[in-house]
């Protein structure tokens, strides 16, 4: 079974409507991510947290908000989605704490978000 | 946001070539990493690099970290078809415990 997952894999949504994605991981690790990706612009950061307390806003953090309800679980919401959203979602997880183990990211692997 | 400049932004190959890629910020940061993204995927950790001119391998891959602390390069020897998708560069930096991407150069391998 995948470390990190992610759902849906896919969504077509519509201007206007709430949508929110979800990722789960069994790897343990205190660290979560949402990031973005778009063609050309490689992968931006959204939000991240530290911990089931700790919320941190990234790059580009307008338009969208989180909840980490368990250390397991990291969602991402766009109370209002527009088509300048539409981009692949990758959420990820890392450690802290083991020598090298907080300078690796580990990826799910990506929400396709269209809205129209 | 921090800026990591990647370059090519995309390459085409013959199946046997070599492959060479580099990315470069104009701030310094101790810790860069080499990522690759296969099509449909998320990214995975190729080579993570710690000290200033430090050459790591991970097979046909070579990667160094830069004496200025600027810049990193990745190379990929003898390529065959499965070495196709994204790679990116990553740094990481103790201010704000973040991760930063390059935007990536996609490679292609005519066999």
């Known amino acids: 079974d995948a470390d990190v997952t992610q759902t849906p894999r896919n969504r077509i949504t519509k201007t206007g409507k709430r949508i929110m994605l979800e990722c789960s991981q069994t790897?343990?690790?205190?660290?979560m991510y949402w990031y973005r990706q778009d063609p050309g612009l490689g992968l931006r950061l959204i939000y991240y947290?530290?911990?089931?307390?700790?919320?941190n806003k990234g790059e580009i953090s307008d338009g969208y908000s989180v909840s980490r309800q368990a250390q397991a679980k990291f969602s991402l919401s766009l109370e209002s989605a527009i088509p300048n959203q539409t981009a692949l979602y990758f959420c990820?997880?890392?450690?802290?704490?083991?020598?090298?183990?907080?300078?690796?990211?580990?990826f799910g692997p990506g929400t396709r978000l269209t809205v129209l | 946001g921090q800026q990591l400049n990647q370059s090519p932004q995309s390459m085409f190959i013959q199946e046997g070539e070599d492959v060479s890629m580099n990315c470069t910020s104009s701030?310094?940061?101790?810790?860069w990493l080499w990522y690759k993204q296969d099509p449909g995927e998320g990214p995975v950790l190729l080579i993570a690099?710690?000290?200033?001119?430090e050459l790591t391998s991970n097979g046909r891959l070579t990667a160094q970290f830069g004496i200025t602390r600027k810049d990193s390069f990745l190379n990929i020897s003898a390529s065959i078809p499965s070495d196709v998708g994204i790679y990116f560069c990553?740094?990481?930096?103790?201010?704000?415990?973040?991760?930063?991407f390059g935007t990536g150069t996609s490679l292609t391998v005519i066999p």
């Open positions: 701030s310094i940061f101790n810790t």
């Open positions: 790897k343990g690790h205190d660290r």
């Open positions: 947290s530290f911990d089931v307390k700790d919320i």
């Open positions: 990553a740094v990481f930096t103790n201010t704000g415990n973040q991760f930063y």
């Open positions: 990820a997880t890392s450690d802290f704490g083991t020598s090298g183990a907080l300078y690796q990211q580990f």
């Open positions: 690099l710690y000290k200033a001119g």
